[in-house]
């Protein structure tokens, strides 16, 4: 009970708030551009190498000013543009299968293309297992930092998965496009431009999503070998223990 006291008390610190809110998008810009950055290295011909570099600086130029946000407003602000920037060049780290797999640009409520039906889906398996994570340790996964509380929306996972998102969910669907695990045809489109998977596909992309959570990494902030699966609890326990005072920041999940 002491700890959600003390989740409580700085959530509703504003000061403390805003630290921990940049410190959960720094650590969503550092890994898209990781991301962008590994595609030049081992990708560079295939892609345009120019676009993707523009966007990889723009992102490191967006990390300065996220450390220099004085307000929320501010944050949320340079998030959204960075992450524009990030999807605006995301359609040069498909490498196969480019026509069913063409991706104009992020879209959620509902998905317009193969691509972020397949993302949204991830997303919502990756933001429930942060949710249980948290509850684990003992935090409440609906009082956030960023994403202000709604009544019924998990608030702390959602501002926890922005460090996981492209590290953990875009490689994984990308990697399932470029491997060709997956084809276009398990998709149908609907009058209204919303684009369904079918019971196949997302049995399939269960199946894989189990695989990819035993891969085992090396974790940045403790250094010890952990099963991506694991990740979201390392981080919600990282959480806890900055909240408890043992440590003297959060030690945001920056992949390297």
């Known amino acids: 009970m002491i700890l959600r006291q003390r989740q409580y008390d700085s959530s509703r610190d504003e ?61 949320r602000g340079y998030e959204g543009e960075a992450a524009s920037v990030y999807f605006g060049v995301f359609d040069e780290l498909i490498l196969q299968q480019k026509k069913d797999f063409s991706f104009q640009g992020r879209n959620k409520r509902p998905p317009l293309d193969n691509m972020n039906a397949m993302l949204s889906f991830v997303y919502t ?6 949710a249980s994570s948290l509850e684990c340790v003992g935090l409440d996964p609906y009082v956030g930092y960023l994403h202000t509380e709604r009544p019924g929306r998990v608030s702390l996972a959602l501002d926890m998965i922005e460090e996981l998102r492209a590290v953990l969910a875009d490689r994984f669907v990308l990697s399932l496009v470029n ?45 010890e070998k952990v099963e991506w699966g694991m990740v979201p609890y390392v981080q919600a326990m990282l959480l806890a223990r900055y909240l408890r005072g043992d440590l003297d920041s959060y030690p945001v999940f920056l992949w390297k």
């Open 15 to 75: 000061g403390e708030s805003l630290e921990l809110a940049k410190t959960c998008i720094l650590g969503k810009i550092y890994n898209a551009r990781w991301i962008l950055e590994r595609a030049i290295r081992d990708h560079g011909m295939q892609i345009d190498e120019e676009r993707v570099r523009e966007a990889s600086q723009y992102l490191k130029n967006s990390m300065e000013l996220v450390r220099g946000s004085v307000s929320k407003d501010q944050l």
């Open 125 to 130: 398996l990756l933001t429930n297992t942060i």
């Open 179 to 223: 491997k060709k695990i997956i084809s276009g045809k398990n998709f149908t489109k609907k009058e209204s431009g919303a684009v369904l998977m079918d019971d196949e596909l997302r049995k399939k992309l269960l199946v894989e999503w189990q695989k990819k959570k035993k891969e085992t990494i090396t974790h940045p902030f403790l250094k």
